[in-house]
């Protein structure tokens, strides 16, 4: 009777046990299930993204083939842009390289046409001279080294010697008129014409010295001419400061001379450079 009571306990342990694992059993296998069930939902959608994957591929593979096909197209258009701009550039260059020549070359004639315009001024006005004084009655004097008539003869001589290129026969002549008779009424004239020979030589450091000596002589009528003169010499010296205080002296000091024009357009020259 003992032991049948004290079964009952385990009987009912057993069967209280046998219910739990069985309940737990149930909720590991409905667990299961629901872990299956989105399993199989995953896999529907995989399924469905790959087969959307398969649809877009060739559509993707279209335009990624398209745009590379543009980034060609572009990179060789870009690169034909910049060729183009690159020509563009040096027929630029090129351009400017000639205007600068062109400049160059445009104040090379002009220099040289200046030259021969001063020449033939210089020119025009030893031929003037000789003429009238050739017309002029000689004077008589008793003191100098030549007389009158010996010294205007030389003089005439000398002139004639610059005008056909014989500066040296000229330079002698002239030089030996200034030191024969300074006080005689040509030898101004000898000295502006012996800067002159000078001047036509290129020897400018020189004429600007004789040029200079112009100035010494009282009532020359040499003296706007000497002063164009010097600023013309140093211009061509490359002094260009210089020259333009010479011209600029000129206006100031001889507002009245037949050479202003030429002075303010060599300024203006001058101050275009």
């Not at 206006?251 to 009245?256: E, I, N, R, S, V």
Request: glycine share 4%; aromatic share 10%.
């Amino acid at each position: 009777m003992r032991q049948l009571i004290s079964g009952k306990p385990i009987l009912f342990f057993i069967i209280l046990l046998s219910g739990i694992v069985f309940g737990q059993q149930s909720d590991v296998e409905r667990k299961f299930k629901r872990l299956e069930a989105r399993i199989n939902r995953e896999k529907v959608r995989i399924d469905s993204l790959d087969n959307q994957i398969r649809i877009l591929l060739p559509d993707l593979k279209n335009t990624l083939r398209a745009a590379t096909e543009a980034k060609k197209q572009s990179d060789s258009v870009d690169i034909s842009i910049i060729n183009k701009i690159n020509t563009l550039q040096n027929k630029i260059h090129i351009l400017e390289d000639k205007a600068a020549y062109t400049d160059s070359t445009n104040f090379e004639i002009l220099a040289q046409l200046v030259m021969i315009e001063n020449k033939v001024v210089t020119l025009t006005n030893s031929f003037t001279e000789m003429y009238n004084l050739k017309n002029e009655p000689p004077e008589v004097s008793q003191t100098a080294k030549l007389t009158p008539q010996q010294y205007k003869n030389r003089y005439i001589e000398s002139l004639s010697n610059y005008q056909n290129g014989r500066y040296e026969d000229a330079i002698r002549g002239f030089s030996e008129l200034v030191v024969a008779d300074p006080r005689n009424e040509l030898a101004d004239n000898s000295q502006y014409w012996l800067a002159e020979c000078f001047y036509s030589q290129k020897n400018y450091k020189r004429s600007v010295i004789e040029f200079g000596k112009v100035f010494t002589f009282p009532g020359t009528d040499k003296d706007d001419d000497a002063q164009l003169k010097l600023g013309l010499a140093y211009q061509s010296m490359g002094e260009l400061e210089k020259a333009r205080d010479e011209y600029k002296r000129l206006l100031d000091y001889f507002p009245g001379s037949e050479y202003v024009d030429k002075a303010k357009e060599s300024l203006k020259q001058l101050n275009m450079e």
